[in-house]
């Protein structure tokens, strides 16, 4: 069965550092494109950042307001995506999934359940 | 860039179709294929139900079918059923690779 799972989010203060983890499992993680989308609380889904395969040299893409701030990466080897966040601000308060991309297109077919992350004084 | 722009909501009643659009730019919509369209129902995760503007996943009921003309999107829902009741945003890449969001469409079965 192909599985998409976050870990690592929670509660923290602004300014602050976290890391998010996905992990996957029932595919070849290494051929795929990972995205993280995040949803604010009763809110719209919002793109945060993309790295594609190794075929694609990891090239990588993140959205103005967390660019400079948030850093993916990926170990294929152990089928494992990250996003380091760094600076953290209240509005990044949002549930954040990590996602797969079928054939580089957009095609974001396989979503973890999130992971919450609350930055909050 | 400023997300794409989606109507709040969209109402049907049972068996009936309705269309939700999707307007961009020539930067975004305009500027490729690269179309999709997501369903949310209440407390779950988005569910891919239209790709590449008009390609629908394997597990898709037909009623469902995406179309673009110039820099709008539409996703057309045919025989509308109550388990069509859900949010539905659309998204797209950019001409700068970023990738856009709509701000979600609520739709009520009647």
């Known amino acids: 069965d192909v599985h998409l799972a976050e870990s690592g989010g929670g509660f923290i203060q602004p300014g602050r550092s976290l890391r998010l983890s996905c992990t996957s499992s029932?595919?070849?993680?290494?051929?795929?494109?990972i995205l993280w989308i995040r949803q604010a609380p009763g809110k719209g889904l919002e793109w945060v950042s993309y790295?594609?395969?190794?075929?694609?040299?990891?090239?990588?893409n993140y959205a103005a307001s967390v660019r400079g701030r948030f850093t993916i990466s990926r170990d294929d080897s152990k089928g494992v995506a990250y996003l380091q966040m760094d600076s953290l601000k209240t509005e990044d308060t949002a549930v954040y999934y990590c996602?797969?991309?079928?054939?580089?297109?957009?095609?974001?077919?396989?979503w973890g359940q999130g992971t919450m992350v609350t930055v909050s004084s | 860039q400023s997300a794409l722009t989606q109507p709040a909501s969209v109402s049907g009643s049972l068996g009936q179709a309705i269309t939700i659009s999707c307007t961009g730019s020539s930067s975004d919509i305009g500027a490729n294929h690269f179309v999709s369209w997501f369903q949310q129902r209440p407390g779950s995760v988005p569910r891919l139900i239209i790709y590449?503007?008009?390609v629908r996943p394997s597990g898709v009921p037909d009623r469902f079918s995406g179309s673009k003309s110039g820099n709008t999107a539409s996703l057309t829902v045919s025989g509308l059923q109550a388990e069509d009741e859900a949010d539905y945003y659309c998204?797209?890449?950019?001409?700068?690779?970023?990738?856009?969001f709509g701000g979600g469409t609520k739709v009520t079965v009647l």
């Open positions: 998204s797209s890449y950019t001409r700068f690779s970023n990738i856009l």
């Open positions: 790295i594609r395969s190794e075929t694609y040299q990891k090239f990588t």
């Open positions: 590449e503007v008009n």
């Open positions: 029932g595919f070849n993680f290494g051929d795929f494109a």
């Open positions: 996602v797969r991309d079928l054939t580089r297109g957009l095609a974001l077919d396989v």
